[in-house]
């Protein structure tokens, strides 16, 4: 910090960096007096993952000549979760126990505000915060060193490297030592990434004469059989990365549109030794291509009702109404929202619906039947038990959400579709992008390129296609013909979104919490209460896993 003297007034100024980091802390929710460090959660973590693997010696380096200083070093992950901590002084290693600093906990600046760690990974480049520029007043006891650590060859950030000293006073001797170590990681993931794609290599040439369309997939090699190239356009190539990433050890079975409008069913499994290094068998599915990337129908069973009621349910902006309309294949669709109800008025809406409801033949929508009051969702009920009525279909939110009459005429219909969030769509993200396009600009002719295609797949959409369609209704006003590029996009959406990089059990993780939230109209202490979690540490999740409330 620089001081700064005015008559008899010194007060102290922080620098830009630390001055803007103070900003983000503030608008994270994080207080200078925080001291919910005991409910900071710790997520497991694998301690043979790529990054401790190609750090170990190095910090076993650092460790050696580093003994005798009171220094330590800290090692964090692409999310800032604690992976490696060392302690020359086990009196710092006890406080920082003291305060949860441990194994799995995220230092990102909107769990605990500004240090070296968060701020480091926020900015992207190398930092020191010394004792009186850390935002809470916990950590204005250290000093910290971090440097960004950056694979040579995907140029994604793979975590931060730290030093850590007690006390107020910078060395800066420091800094070029820890851009070293940080160097020679980076090496070391680059050597790592070579005998990865020698492992990738050996393992398609392994399946690649086979009649199957084979794929392979790593980190910077994209490998393609025969069979595959006819099959796989370059749009594809980016879904299937997507999809490499997201990959476990055991190896599944999904169905995917690619870019031709053909549905693929994939084989995927990680190839041991390879990193994120995943094989694919792609068997072409003979149907006609699935447009609106619903799930299947789930059948439910209720012995009083007919089989011509279809529930179509999901968040809003998944496309309920465009699936109506797929449902109805050749009708005309006649569409009753209930939201009208707000400015033509009850006995108006009903009279209509009704008056259509006396007259068989074609089919009715009912949209946002959540919205329903029971007296006018019961009137509805009894209406769906007439013989003499057109095919009906209902959208709604979940029905987990829902409560009362508009339960009721859920639990009504035996044919029900469910429409997941677009976040969870990675796999259709190419034909849904082809088809918006064309219903945006039938004259344009523009390709997303296979970075443009990632960078959509990594967002949260907490929108879903109604923001998806704005995101490209921007793209169509600057370009209709040629690559869309990044520049191309929305700058917001020019950076991949974190929440996007969670692991499936983080991902499984987020949506528990976001039903529970739902279930109790966003109350956090009975969702925590639900949970059995604090609130403090409910605080902490929302905060780490970019859960945004609506």
């Known amino acids: 910090m620089r001081a700064r003297q005015s008559g008899q007034l010194r007060t102290l100024v922080p620098r830009s960096e630390i001055e803007l980091s103070w900003k983000r802390s503030r608008l994270c929710g994080v207080a200078p007096e925080f001291d ?36 330590s070093l800290l090692l964090a992950d692409r999310d800032c979760r604690l992976i490696y901590r060392w302690f020359d002084n086990p009196r710092v290693e006890s406080t920082l126990d003291t305060l949860g600093i441990r194994g799995g906990v995220s230092m990102a600046e909107e769990a605990v505000g500004t240090n ?8 992207r480049q190398g930092i020191v915060v010394n004792g009186a520029e850390h935002y809470v007043e916990r950590f204005k006891n250290f000093t910290c060193y971090g440097h960004p650590i950056w694979h040579p060859v995907t140029k994604r950030l793979e975590g931060v490297l730290d030093i850590t000293s007690a006390g107020s006073r910078a060395d800066p001797l420091l800094a070029p030592f820890l851009t070293r170590a940080a160097n020679d990681i980076e090496q070391r993931l680059l050597d790592k990434a070579k005998a990865s794609e020698r492992v990738l290599l050996t393992a398609f040439q392994a399946v690649s004469r086979q009649r199957r369309a084979i794929a392979a997939i790593g980190d910077d090699m994209v490998l393609t059989n025969r069979a595959a190239l006819d099959l796989l356009g370059p749009p594809d190539y980016a879904v299937l990365r997507m999809l490499a990433e997201d990959a476990s050890s055991r190896p599944r079975t999904l169905d995917i549109a690619v870019s031709s409008g053909a549905r693929m069913r994939v084989g995927l499994a990680r190839v041991p030794g390879a990193g994120t290094g995943t094989l694919f068998h792609l068997d072409p599915i003979d149907e006609r291509p699935a447009v609106s990337g619903a799930a299947p129908r789930i059948p439910v069973a209720h012995p009083a009702v007919r089989a011509d009621l279809v529930l179509v349910t999901g968040d809003r902006g998944t496309g309920r109404s465009t699936e109506a309309r797929r449902l ?14 707000a400015y033509t008025g009850t006995q108006p809406w009903v009279r209509r619906l009704l008056s259509r409801l006396d007259s068989p033949g074609g089919t009715v929508c009912v949209e946002n039947v959540n919205l329903l009051p029971d007296p006018i969702a019961d009137i509805l009920a009894e209406a769906l038990d007439s013989r003499d009525r057109p095919r009906l279909i209902l959208t709604s939110l979940p029905p987990d959400t829902l409560t009362g009459g508009p339960a009721t005429l859920a639990a009504m219909c035996p044919d029900r579709v469910e429409l997941k969030p677009l976040r969870n769509r990675t796999a259709d993200l190419t034909t ?17 390129l296979p970075t443009v295609l990632e960078l959509l797949g990594a967002q949260p959409w907490p929108g879903n296609l109604h923001e998806l369609r704005a995101v490209l209704a921007h793209v169509l006003q600057h370009r209709r013909r040629g690559d869309v590029t990044v520049n191309d996009l929305p700058e917001r959406y020019r950076v991949a979104s974190r929440a996007r990089r969670l692991s499936a059990r983080e991902r499984a993780e987020r949506d528990v919490i976001v039903e529970a939230l739902r279930r109790h109209n966003g109350n956090k202490l009975r969702a925590a209460s639900e949970l059995g979690i604090s609130r403090t540490t409910l605080y902490a999740r929302l905060r780490a896993l970019r859960i945004i409330e609506r």
Do not use: K, W
């Open 36 to 71: 919910g460090f005991d409910d900071l959660p710790a997520v497991e973590f694998d301690p043979r993952g790529h990054l401790l693997d190609a750090a170990s010696p190095v910090l076993d380096q650092m460790s050696n000549a580093l003994a005798g200083t009171a220094y």
């Open 116 to 123: 070296a760690l968060g701020t480091a990974l926020e900015t």
């Open 328 to 341: 109805a294949r050749a009708d005309e669709v006649e569409f009753h929202n209930c939201a009208e109800i």
């Open 432 to 448: 849904i992008t082809a088809r918006m396009v064309r219903e945006l600009d039938p004259a344009a002719d523009i390709r997303l």
